[in-house]
T-cell receptor
Framework: DAGVIQSPRHEVTEMGQEVTLRCKPISGHDYLFWYRQTMMRGLELLIYFNNNVPIDDSGMPEDRFSAKMPNASFSTLKIQPSEPRDSAVYFC?????????????FGPGTRLLVL | AQSVSQHNHHVILSEAASLELGCNYSYGGTVNLFWYVQYPGQHLQLLLKYFSGDPLVKGIKGFEAEFIKSKFSFNLRKPSVQWSDTAEYFCAVSGNTPLVFGKGTRLSVIA
């Protein structure tokens, strides 16, 4: 299995631009998670999906952030417009629900720098 | 909702020293506990996990963790660290929601 795939691995953009991060979960997994990691705030859960349906988006920082999961094998996290404080590493993770005992498998992350 | 506290932000050890990283959680129900490791420049990987049974859990690379219910703790230990253990370590708990991660502890092992 290829594991969780994220693209791009690195993104440098200017303030005000739209940024789209992509994730392909492990085949057969029914949960997908988006995290943001910064030095100041650590690892934060932004949103998660179950069977392509958003379950909890309370971690999404602002309306500038949106996430979609159009099918079981693809999800996007979009920031529009981007700001310098959005600079972080964004991780996608997936799991197979086992009633709370699931191991989450993380992708390699997208390192975002907003200038 | 559950929460996780990792008390040590940065730990520096010499090779062969013993390691113990603290993790405390807050949740009144049945919990599942995890330790993840993030090597420099890499993604998070599962180190070990506890669901039930023997409170002493052994993971990969010689790591172990002990669940002490009365102290709401799940500390990570390794008797002798190596330079290759340099990484960030995250404790996580799941109860009635998906995983909640602690802020992480950065471990630096020096020769």
């Amino acid at each position: 299995d290829a594991g969780v795939i994220q693209s791009p691995r690195h993104e440098v953009t200017e303030m005000g631009q739209e940024v789209t991060l992509r994730c392909k979960p492990i085949s057969g997994h029914d949960y997908l998670f988006w995290y943001r990691q910064t030095m100041m705030r650590g690892l934060e859960l932004l949103i998660y999906f179950n069977n392509n349906v958003p379950i909890d988006d309370s971690g999404m920082p602002e309306d500038r952030f949106s996430a979609k999961m159009p099918n079981a094998s693809f999800s996007t996290l979009k920031i529009q417009p981007s700001e310098p404080r959005d600079s972080a590493v964004y991780f996608c993770a997936s799991s197979l629900n086992t009633g709370g005992r699931e191991t989450q498998y993380f992708g390699p992350g997208t390192r975002l720098l907003v200038l | 909702a559950q929460s996780v506290s990792q008390h040590n932000h940065h730990v520096i050890l010499s090779e062969a020293a013993s390691l113990e990283l603290g993790c405390n959680y807050s949740y009144g129900g049945t919990v599942n506990l995890f330790w993840y490791v993030q090597y420099p420049g890499q993604h998070l990987q599962l180190l070990l996990k506890y669901f039930s049974g023997d409170p002493l859990v052994k993971g990969i690379k010689g790591f172990e963790a002990e669940f002490i219910k009365s102290k709401f703790s799940f500390n990570l230990r390794k008797p002798s660290v190596q330079w290759s253990d340099t990484a960030e370590y995250f404790c996580a708990v799941s109860g009635n929601t998906p995983l909640v991660f602690g802020k992480g502890t950065r471990l630096s092992v020096i020769a």
